[in-house]
């Protein structure tokens, strides 16, 4: 008993309500309280205290001015209830689960031919080639442009600096104007791209795309506007000199590509031209979905394997042996096709030399020491507290953005073009201040170089790093010699990108936070790589570490787990990209450490964006120390119920009052006197509603619907669940007065709980299965509440700097 209290001590459970305030705890089944945490005990300890001094005294007052400041400071701050602490009403869930209505049953009457099954096979592996191909054709296509406009772009900018920072008559405000002036027109098209035409488009798109594959419906996420805008934008962020990289939105594009192969209809004006509708689904389209972001990972870093684990490990949530086979293959299929695209591009279609995208290339000493492991671990500890510093700032900026400057659509236009402006001028103030010169070449010629500040033969080693893509940057810290950079040219190159970094991640433009934190990682790790070797000139471990790149690499993969807080899937990747097994451990050493090391303070970016976007995302497993919390204690009630057969009035002004998506359809009580108390029939959702109210599948009391027969499922399936609205259905007076039929519409058989079931094994049916509504029945089959996606993930459970926290949330209606 005493390790129980024990036990019970080292968590508490925080009620959160809209307005910000704790809320009192919540009387369960046994009698216990769910969260028991007085208002005393929050977060804004300081605002009771009294002063000691008086109140003219010049340090009381310094004293309150700073503690309002604290308060201000971490209302922006990992403990601000308002943004982390919430849940959004508009987020709606899939529909997994096969409607078990007497429409689908006539259609598992029908025979099915063997013929037709192995076609229907067939088709599927063929729609996964085609995934593959699609999103090959997209990478490539992004990665060519990429490369032919931007050598154009920092060619211009080299003659400009070179001719100007030897010219007598001092010309360098025009290459910096020039600079700044293509910067901002391009990342003013990119931000005005993703603002105006999709605003989903905007971000690397991974945590919604995570979200999407959890079951949470995020309309326009998957959208040909968004597909428009991600592509288009990504190229020209990268052109306009933010600080990203095209490698996350390449999942979110390849998901884009999957739904639209998936769907078999091409959008036309308003309307839709259908191909084939065997995959339209919202199960169909989530395994699709879930084989695209893989593919897009895949043709990113030439990692299919990566790619397959990483939509594993980062954002499927529902998994089998066979989907897994499915997401390989299609992985793979676009990897070997971006690869050879790309070598083909280059003039040597048949040496395949270009499998991804990103490729770290080959290492020429990437072998280590045991005695090496004690730095690396270093360096792992280092990584997951810069990942988390990354997270905290960007979280602050995040809810200072909601705040201040999302209120409008042409501040979010007008942010992302300063960002792209005062990266040009940061470049240019530390290529025109730092005169470090070298006469080493750069690696491969990927980036070009001017001689500002330097005579004779030498070269800036600053330009290298900014007159070149993000990639391009990227493989110059992991390849270029010891020698190429001074200590004070990397500390001010990490200081520099890492805000950059920070600012740009979260802007209204198509990025991704992939390459940022790779490169800074990389900056760092070599800064530890050249501290080793001036430590121990003479030891055995530098004798082979004049080439810097493996530390380097230590430091990419440190900050990468240190942000993502991913493992498994980025140590594939970075071994991938590297094509060397024997640095592995190494590797996967540093991600885990990192990430160990990061979750500690924080949670991970990904997460930090669900979260502050309200997604009710539900976890692998359920809350821990919930087996006392029972389904009567956080069920929605009361439930609005149908009879089989109703007015059409009566149902169309329940809709337009209500906006719950599903409603338990009743057999009336003759010995009660409540019309709407019966034993549970089934249950139908808004959208089968919306869509038998649109085509009028209603006639007179006692009749039948004339196109009642002609209803079948195709007609549910061709209309997305966002595109009907209440508003937009009229009916007459007269209309009003017909009656509606559910009874060959509605599902017979919901899944049901009665209220003795405790949270635990609620939350394993209702996420094992994938479940929109699960209904909580009374002794008497009498529906008595609703369990949503959003009942569940009320419940939050974290630990942060070794303690763990339960939290109760609310849902904000938006």
């Known amino acids: 008993m005493a390790e129980i209290e024990e036990l019970q001590t080292m968590f508490t459970v925080v009620p959160v309500s809209n307005d910000g305030q704790f809320c009192e705890g919540k009387q369960t089944g046994n009698g216990h309280k769910f969260g028991l945490k007085s208002p005393a005990q929050g977060y804004d300890v300081e605002a009771d205290q009294s002063d000691t001094l008086t109140q003219n005294s010049i340090t009381s007052l310094l004293s309150s001015k700073f503690r309002d400041v604290a308060k201000r400071w971490r209302q922006y701050g990992v403990d601000s209830p308002r943004f982390r602490k919430r849940l959004h009403s508009k987020w709606e ?10 429409l689908q049953r006539k259609l598992n009457e029908e ?129 306009g000199g933010l600080a990203c990289g095209k490698e996350g939105p390449m999942a979110h594009s390849g998901g884009i590509i999957a739904a639209g192969i998936g769907k078999g209809r091409i959008p036309w004006f308003k309307k839709y031209i259908d191909l084939y509708g065997l995959f339209r689904t919202d199960h169909n389209i989530r395994d699709l979905v879930a084989a695209g972001a893989a593919s897009g990972v895949s043709a990113a870093f030439g990692a299919p394997v990566g790619g397959t684990l990483f939509s594993v490990e980062e954002a499927a949530s529902f998994w089998n042996t066979e989907l897994v086979w499915k997401v390989f293959f299609s992985a793979m299929v676009a990897c070997f096709s971006t690869n050879f695209l790309l070598s083909a591009y280059e003039g040597h279609p048949t040496q395949l030399s270009n499998p991804g995208l990103v490729r770290f290339n080959t290492f020429p000493n990437l072998t280590f020491d045991l005695i090496e492991i004690p730095v690396f671990i270093i360096m792992a500890a280092i990584g997951g507290l810069i990942g988390s510093l990354f997270v905290v700032m960007n979280y602050k900026l995040t809810v200072f953005r909601q705040k201040y400057l999302h209120r409008k659509k042409w501040i979010k236009v007008v942010e992302a073009s300063l960002v792209s402006g005062v990266s040009a001028l940061a470049a240019f103030v530390l290529m025109f201040t730092i005169k470090d010169c070298t006469t080493a070449e750069p690696y491969n010629g990927h980036a070009f170089n001017t001689t500002m500040g330097c005579d004779g033969e030498g070269h800036n080693a600053m330009s290298t790093m900014f007159l070149t893509t993000p990639e391009g940057c990227l493989k110059a810290l992991l390849h270029d010699s010891y020698d190429n950079y001074s200590v004070l040219t990397l500390v001010l190159f990490v200081t520099v990108f890492f805000f950059l970094g920070v600012w740009t991640y979260g802007l209204s433009v198509s990025s991704g936070v992939f390459i940022p934190s790779l490169t800074i990682g990389a900056a760092w790790g070599r800064l530890i790589g050249l501290g080793v070797i001036q430590l121990f000139p003479n030891q055995v471990l530098t004798s082979k570490a004049k080439d810097v790149g493996k530390y380097a690499l230590i430091g990419a993969a440190s900050q990468l787990g240190g942000c993502l807080r991913t493992t498994i899937s980025l140590t594939v990747i970075i071994v991938e990209c590297t094509g060397d097994i024997t640095f592995g451990l190494c590797i996967m050493l540093a991600l885990m450490i990192s990430k160990w090391v990061g979750d500690f303070f924080t949670t991970g970016l990904y997460d930090m964006n669900v979260e502050v976007s309200g997604i009710p995302l539900l976890s692998w497993e359920p809350p821990p120390l919930c087996d006392h919390v029972y389904v009567s204690d956080f069920m929605s009630q009361p439930v609005m119920t149908f009879l089989p057969v109703e007015k059409v009035g009566h149902v169309y002004e329940c809709l337009m009052g209500e906006s719950f998506n599903g409603f338990p359809i009743i057999e009336q009580d003759p010995n009660c006197d409540s019309r709407y108390k019966g034993k549970l029939r089934g249950i139908i959702l808004r959208f089968q509603i919306l869509v038998l109210l649109s085509k009028k599948v209603f006639c007179q009391e006692g009749q039948v619907p004339s196109n009642q027969n002609s209803i079948t499922l195709k007609d549910f399936q061709k209309t997305s669940p966002v595109a009907v609205r209440i508003e937009d259905i009229q009916l007459t007076d007269q209309e009003k007065q017909y009656v509606i039929d559910f009874r060959p519409f509605m599902n017979q058989t919901p899944y049901t709980v009665s209220l003795n079931f405790s949270m635990p094994r609620v939350f394993r049916l209702f996420r094992g299965l994938g479940l929109r509504h699960l209904v909580v029945v009374s002794d008497e089959f009498e529906p008595i509440g609703m369990v949503t996606r959003k009942d569940l993930a009320k419940y939050r459970a974290e630990i942060k700097k070794g303690m763990l926290h339960m939290e109760h949330l609310t849902v904000e209606n938006r």
């Open 93 to 102: 869930s899939m529909n997994y689960e096969i409607i078990d209505s007497q």
């Open 111 to 239: 025979k099915v031919s063997k013929r037709k099954l192995a076609m229907l096979m067939l088709s599927n592996w063929l729609v996964y080639f085609a995934i593959g191909i699609g999103t090959a054709l997209m990478a490539a296509g992004v990665q060519i442009i990429v490369e032919l406009i931007a050598h154009q772009k920092f060619s211009l900018l080299k003659t400009y600096l070179d001719k100007c920072s030897t010219d007598k008559e001092n010309c360098l405000y025009q290459p910096i104007l020039i600079w700044m002036s293509i910067n901002v027109g391009i990342t003013l098209l990119a931000s005005a791209l993703v603002t105006y035409l999709q605003p989903m488009a905007a971000g690397s798109g991974i945590p919604l795309i995570k979200s999407y594959l959890n079951g949470v419906r995020i309309p326009g996420l998957l959208s040909l506007q968004a597909f428009v805008a991600k592509c288009v934008g990504v190229v020209l962020s990268i052109l």
